[in-house]
């Protein structure tokens, strides 16, 4: 049983109710629940939620919601593997079955990524695979700035290494991760196991939303990918 979970707590502090504020004309988490559901590859994609109005949300725009999760894996500690384990638990899936976590705060995702996602999972054999895109700029030309304003640079040794001879770096594009279903319940280092893999996602379509200034800019991104697909059709 292939099945998608959606982490939505109700509890967010940054942007309250970011999980279900409209973004561009509907609920935040109804644009990964329509993602998911046109990918094809779910038997089942499930919003995991201590929160009744999320759920009530979730489920008129296609999604399940089984259960609601205990307030314990709720608060600002919780981290994603336990919220993640504790859906397969109370869903009865098989230890070896594929599980993909998808935030809810992952508007930019695309159903062709998630399916992609599941191919590399089981054709690399893979861990876990995460979503991940490059720094737009070298990392190892970074800066430290104190609270006066000076500046210096982290790596010094850097300043007269040409951009293109440094190493390219990449993160977490904070969308979605695969991995058996036994995996999100083992101790270490998580996702970022040995044996995991990155999928490429470009950076024009990645976006944390942590702060209203960033919810600006993904509008802004997203209107113009939008506005980019009318024209094509």
């Known amino acids: 049983m ?34 998911a559901k046109e990918a094809g590859c779910f038997e089942r994609v499930v919003v995991s939620t201590d929160d009744d109005e999320i759920a009530e949300i979730a489920s008129a725009v296609g999604a399940e919601v089984p259960f609601r999760r205990d307030p314990s894996l709720s608060d600002d500690t919780t981290t994603t593997a336990p919220v993640i384990a504790d859906a397969v638990s109370r869903l009865g899936v098989m230890p070896g079955e594929p599980i993909c976590c998808l935030y809810a705060t992952a508007p930019f995702v695309r159903a062709d990524d998630l399916v992609e996602g599941l191919e590399i999972l089981e054709g690399q054999q893979a861990r876990f695979v995460v979503s991940v895109t490059s720094y737009a700029f070298p990392i190892q030309r970074a800066l430290r700035r104190f609270g006066d304003g000076r500046i210096e640079m982290i790596e010094p040794a850097n300043m007269l290494t040409r951009s293109q001879d440094l190493e ?66």
């Open 2 to 35: 292939t099945v998608c979970v959606i982490p939505a707590r109700g509890g967010s502090k940054r942007i309250p109710r970011k999980n279900i504020r409209e973004f561009l004309g509907k609920p935040m988490i109804a644009w990964s629940i329509s993602a």
């Open 168 to 233: 390219e770096a990449w993160h977490d594009a904070g969308q979605f991760y695969w991995a058996r279903a036994s995996e999100w319940s083992k101790p270490g280092l998580g996702i970022f196991a040995p044996g995991a893999h990155g999928m490429t996602l470009p950076r024009y379509r990645v976006q944390d939303i942590d702060t209203e200034e960033d919810w600006v800019r993904a509008e802004f991104l997203m209107s113009a990918l939008l506005q980019q697909a009318t024209f094509h059709d």
